[in-house]
């Protein structure tokens, strides 16, 4: 079992009013934001991650603009920190708003840059991005699925292009000449994530060998998931599993193209486990354990939610407890 340790970050002494006004975000004042506060939660955040690191954590970030629930104003500028920061656990971006983004080659390269300076840590989810953000980004809500599905693949293919440069011509992004430095440690592309609620969008995590995840979804994560499993069974040339043999939450099928299966039991995330490079695409292989007994749960809950290290810490006693 992986265990995804996520903070927003958040400025919560500005709720209050941000309740009172009906909003948290966009449209909040940031006159209620104080520096010095704000410079001690960053701290605080960060030295919380820290310590995710030390006790076997995985750990998730975020990025949200406008807003006082979200102080990660850009995924790779916290990620750099915490890379710097600890040695073990997997790094996940869940996500760089690319459909919001005007520079898609500077999203690869940045995450580029941080799985080498990781050493092949990164997690890389390439999101849409928030509904409540289209107006700061100033985006077209009637295009954003097309611009962002020309983003990821202009993102992936600079990523894992090593004979380049090469050039773009697509809808809504130009580029005469694409050649990143650094490229990534791990070939072709560190794991790519994405976010949904949709069947489709399971359907087409699937055939992209991505995971997928939803957020406090249980009603739309169910349909979705049970597409990603079918679709990716389609994709690897197996029978398709009926109703009556699948599994509710968990299901173990070879992955479409780097090789995998759908092992999660988790409310929020569906996605195959990456491949042992000697093992066959119909063999299972995660590439790490966290040591941490499914008695954690509940103490990984309030970590969760709260954002404070005092769960942490009695994750930490609980595994000194066992051991």
């Not at 009926?242 to 759908?262: D, I, K, N, Q």
Request: charged letters at 20%; proline letters at 9%.
């Amino acid at each position: 079992m992986r265990v995804w340790y996520f903070s927003e970050m958040a400025y919560h002494p500005a709720w209050e009013e941000g309740l009172q006004r009906g909003s948290l975000r966009v449209v909040l004042p940031n006159r209620n934001y104080d520096p010095q506060i704000g410079h001690q939660l960053l701290n605080r955040y960060l030295d919380e991650f820290a310590l995710c690191d030390e006790v076997g954590l995985d750990i998730m970030v975020n990025e949200h603009h406008s807003t006082s629930t979200c102080l990660t104003i850009s995924v790779p500028m916290a990620l750099a920190i915490i890379a710097r920061e600890t040695k073990r656990a997997r790094l996940l971006s869940l996500g760089t708003p690319i459909a919001n983004r005007p520079d898609p080659v500077r999203v690869a390269e940045e995450m580029a840059w941080l799985d080498v300076l990781s050493g092949g840590r990164l997690e890389m989810g390439l999101v849409k991005g928030a509904p409540y953000e289209i107006a700061p980004a100033n985006s077209n809500p009637a295009n954003l699925m097309r611009r962002y599905w020309e983003a990821h693949d202009l993102i992936l293919k600079a990523l894992s292009t090593t004979d380049g440069p090469f050039s773009w011509e697509g809808e809504f992004f130009h580029y005469r000449t694409v050649n990143i430095w650094p490229r990534p440690l791990q070939q072709p592309t560190p794991p790519v994530w994405m976010t949904g609620l949709s069947v489709e969008t399971g359907r087409m995590a699937a055939e992209r060998g991505h995971v997928v995840g939803t957020l406090l979804s249980l009603s739309a994560a169910g349909p979705m998931f049970e597409a990603y499993r079918q679709r990716a069974r389609e994709w690897a040339g197996l029978p398709v599993l009926t109703a009556s043999l699948m599994p509710p939450w968990s299901a173990s099928v070879p992955r479409a193209r780097r090789g995998g299966g759908v092992p999660i039991s988790l409310p929020i995330m569906c996605g195959p486990p990456r491949l042992s490079p000697s093992r066959s695409p119909t063999h299972l292989a995660t590439t790490r354990s966290l040591p941490i007994s499914l008695c954690s749960r509940r103490a990984v809950g309030a970590a969760a939610l709260s954002g404070t290290a005092t769960a942490i810490r009695s994750i930490r006693l609980q595994r000194q407890s066992i051991s």
